[in-house]
């Protein structure tokens, strides 16, 4: 089962138990039911959710670590990933979460973690409900709404040591709707194709009025994934002026620049 994933997790340094691996291929089985009706995915091959959805998901982990503890000396055991998955504790939100990606399968393997998913269309709400509920996994809250109407909720602004985004839009947009949640000495991770200087050098200024600073960009190679893969790591430095994030659909429609 999940023979991809597997390999690509480890090669990653994380082993997964029985369990979790259990809990990927019910996943898997009830994200394509369910995308016959719900429309929720174009990637649906077997061995495509594994390494497209899942181990990528799990990339976030390399960012996770270098968050916590500043970047893995070279030759340093990579099981450190294994280590910290199982005492991760963060509050974390992803937003524009769709099926449930990246946030989901990190729950998987950092069970600890209080997560948070935001997702603006309802039936991929519903899916996102069925499969938490199905799985039995705790502390999770599932929101139907909108990056720009919960992020000016006191509860939730700057209430998040890691913000994810992944797939949901450019760098200023996406940095619009996903600092304002990040608490100081927090940080966004966006997970990204291969050429992703152009966006990152586009965002500097958006990133400049809402608080956020670039912290790095990750190269990532994934296994079985001929495609280079990147984390785009931004640090949340200042305060997100009150104004931000702009009325529905603005920071789409005019991007900060
Ligand atoms: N993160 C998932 C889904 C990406 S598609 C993945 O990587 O597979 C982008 C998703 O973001 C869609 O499901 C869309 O409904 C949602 N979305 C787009 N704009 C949003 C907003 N402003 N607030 C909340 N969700 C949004």
Not at 58 to 66: D, K, M, R, Y
Not at 185 to 208: C, F, H, S, T
Request: glycine share 8%; charged share 25%.
């Amino acid at each position: 089962l999940m023979e991809h994933l597997v390999e690509g997790a480890r090669q990653l340094g994380l082993s997964l138990s029985p369990r979790q691996i259990r809990a990927f291929q019910v996943y898997y089985q009830e994200l394509v039911a369910w995308n016959e009706r719900f429309n929720l995915t174009a990637i649906t091959g077997y061995r495509e959710v594994q390494l497209k959805h899942f181990l990528d998901s799990l990339s976030c982990l390399l960012a996770i670590a270098e968050w916590r503890g500043g970047s893995r000396p070279p030759g340093a055991p990579s099981h450190r990933l294994a280590l910290e998955s199982g005492s991760l504790s963060a509050r974390v939100i992803d937003i524009g979460t769709g099926a449930g990606f990246p946030g989901l399968p990190l729950k998987i393997v950092c069970p600890r973690l209080k997560l948070t998913l935001l997702e603006a269309t309802r039936k991929k709400v519903t899916f996102l409900e069925h499969i938490v509920d199905l799985l039995g996994i705790k502390g999770v809250e599932i929101i139907h709404g909108r990056a720009e109407e919960w992020g000016r909720k006191p509860a939730y602004r700057e209430g998040f040591d890691l913000v994810l985004a992944r797939a949901l839009a450019e760098l200023p947009t996406l940095a619009e709707y996903t600092l304002p949640f990040c608490r100081l000495g927090g940080m966004v991770i966006a997970p990204k194709g291969d050429e992703v200087w152009m966006e990152v050098r586009a965002a500097e200024n958006a990133l400049a009025i809402l608080g956020g600073r670039l912290r790095k960009v990750i190269p990532v190679e994934l296994f079985g994934l001929a495609e280079a893969r990147s984390l785009v790591l931004i640090d949340k430095v200042a305060a997100t002026p009150p104004k931000y994030p702009r009325r529905p659909g603005i920071p789409a429609k005019r991007p900060l620049r």
